[in-house]
C-alpha cells in the first residue's frame, strides 16, 4: 500500500468515526430534548458534547479502530465488532474531552484551541 492508500483508508476510518461519534451524540440526546423534565439538561448535554468532544484530530479514538484488527481474532472481525469497536474508541475520546475541561476548569482557562470556554 503506498503513500496516498493509505492516507484514503485513513480519512476513510476518520469519517466512519466522525460519524458513528454523530450517532452516539444523537442517541445521548434526542429522545428525551423535549421531555418537561429534563429537556433542558439533554439540551445542555448535547451543547457540551459538541463543543468539548466534537471537532478534534480523535487520534486516541481513531488508535482504538487501528488496533482492532491487530487485537481481535480474525473471525471476529465483523460489523458488529467494528460497531462495539466505533464505540470504544468513542468514549476515549469522550474520556479525554473530560480530562481537558477538568483541566481547563483548574487551570481557570478561558479559551481552548482559540476558542471561548
Known amino acids: 500500500m503506498n503513500g496516498d492508500q493509505k492516507s484514503d483508508v485513513y480519512a476513510q476510518k476518520k469519517q466512519d468515526f466522525v460519524q458513528h461519534f454523530s450517532q452516539i451524540v444523537r442517541v445521548l440526546t434526542e429522545d428525551e430534548m423535549g421531555h418537561p423534565e429534563t429537556g433542558d439538561a439533554i439540551a445542555c448535554l448535547k451543547e457540551v458534547l459538541e463543543c468539548n468532544a466534537v471537532g478534534g484530530k480523535y487520534?486516541?479514538?481513531?488508535?482504538?479502530?487501528?488496533?482492532?484488527?491487530?487485537?481481535?481474532?480474525?473471525?471476529?472481525?465483523?460489523?458488529?465488532?467494528?460497531?462495539?469497536?466505533?464505540t470504544v474508541g468513542c468514549c476515549v475520546e469522550l474520556l479525554q474531552a473530560f480530562f481537558l475541561v477538568t483541566d481547563d476548569i483548574m487551570d481557570p482557562s478561558l479559551t481552548r484551541g482559540g476558542q471561548i470556554c
Open 59 to 86: 487520534h486516541r479514538g481513531l488508535t482504538v479502530l487501528a488496533a482492532f484488527p491487530e487485537l481481535m481474532e480474525p473471525r471476529k472481525q465483523d460489523a458488529d465488532g467494528l460497531q462495539r469497536t466505533l
